[in-house]
């Protein structure tokens, strides 16, 4: 199969369609944007954190060879495409010719081989990469990558945002994780990082947009600039971000409250956005420990709970119901065994009185964030009603997910999923394959997911990620309530804006 020609042909395919956004704005350059972010970024080394604060900056730098569309499909950025062998085993990539550095070298195929190698050692989210057994220079401009054996997302785990697998020059590639100069290939290049104040890049001149796309997609697409600098500021502080804005420091605020976007919405010097889905709420289940490692009781909490009860008041203004584990606009989206939002309290007593619960108090975790902790108490003066006791246990996020991963302290456990219904089935299936979520396997799902990764028919693997939807209604492994969303504000100044996972600077404009 020759994706190159496929990938590539959806690409011009939709260019002959779409004229550029950006022809009527290539006079109006320059103009220094800021962007007010909620904190710091961990590092700007893009291969060893996975922060969404870091994202925000470092897919502004650096580029993958596989990307992600405005739907989150894997399409070619640093790679012209790609061709797979029969075996499903080897995937020869052709490089972009021409693509520069920030230090104005060329990125050829050593390059890109020293970035593989290095994330195979220092990776934040190495599974992306586990399946490899080896990478080869083939020529200036091709690279191969031999698999163990077949896996059919590769090329979704290649194109990851989470900890993304950037292309550093090999000089650089060949430093300890946090060691490198933040140099990449990306429309912005690094000025400064001041940990207490902010990150500043500028525009890349000699920056050379993918011929393939003729308009912005996603993380990926026609990246055009004509900014000359965007600042990020960190700003903890809501009421600062906000009043920065409307003072004028600031140009972009990453997310506001429901309120605060309400109102802004009647300033015609603003423009709200509404970021929708952004991620969905997960209802976890500890399967190790008693009364939650009972199903009719799992199933008695599932009917029990009003979702729209809890997502109203836990994301108020910005929340969809819908009981999919993916994105509503996935293309592996599905409705299949889905038993979501029953509300149905006389069922709920009576599958509690089929359980092994006797009375006892259990105990739910939950990290301080104040969505989480609504989600928390809603469901806790919900099973009131079906006479389940819960103790709700509130601690910071490293404290909290360090019990969760274990088998006993806690019975309940709520947080946000975004990134992993925004990369596809197999992200989504893997927190829950060997029991790393529920604390105990479910065999079912492991044979699930084993059978997506090596599945190569699109149509066969969409029919399994029913399944495995399926079996987390059947066997209510966790639940989830519903998506929700962020409001981002922007100053009508900045024209051609678009919200997307982070703020994508390309492509827009500052009016002077």
Known sequence: MNWKLLSLAASLGLGALTASPHAGLAQTRGGDVVIAMVGAPPSLDAQVTSAQVARNVTLEL????????????????????????????????????????????????????????????????????????????????????????????????????????????????????????????????????????????????????????????????????????VTFRFMPEAGARVAALESGDVHVVETVDGPTAKRLEGNRNFKVFRVLPFAFQVLKFNHALAPTDDLNFRKAVAAALDDEEVMAIAHPDIYQLDGGWLFPNAAFHTDAGRAYNENNLKKAKELVGQSKYKGEKITFIVDNLRSNVDVATVVQQKLAEIGVKVDISVADWPTVSKVGFTPTGWNFWTHGFGIEPFEGPASVMAPWVAGLSQQKVDAEVDRLYAVLNTEMDATKRKAVFAEFQKRMYDAAVALKIGNYGLFQVATTKLKNFEPHRIPRMWGVTLEK
């Open 62 to 229: 650096y580029e993958t060879l596989y990307g992600r569309d405005e739907n989150g499909n894997a399409v070619p950025d640093l790679a012209e495409g790609v061709d797979i062998s029969a075996d499903g085993k080897t995937y020869l990539f052709k490089l972009r010719k021409g693509v520069k550095f920030h230090n104005g070298k060329e990125m050829t195929s050593v390059d890109v081989v020293a970035s593989l190698e290095r994330y195979r050692k220092v990776g934040a989210s190495l599974s992306l990469v586990d399946a490899i057994e080896a990478v080869e220079i083939k020529g200036p401009y091709e690279v191969a990558i031999k698999l163990k054996s077949v896996q059919a997302v590769f090329l979704d785990n290649l194109s990851s945002p989470r900890a993304p697998i950037a292309i550093y020059p090999a000089e650089e590639a060949a430093k300890d994780a946090n060691k490198i100069n933040y140099i990449g290939t990306g429309p912005f290049k690094f000025v400064e990082y001041r940990p207490d104040s902010h990150v500043k890049l500028e525009r890349f001149k000699d920056y050379v947009p993918n011929p393939a796309y003729a308009k912005r997609d996603g993380l990926v697409g026609r990246k055009e600039v004509f900014i000359d600098t």
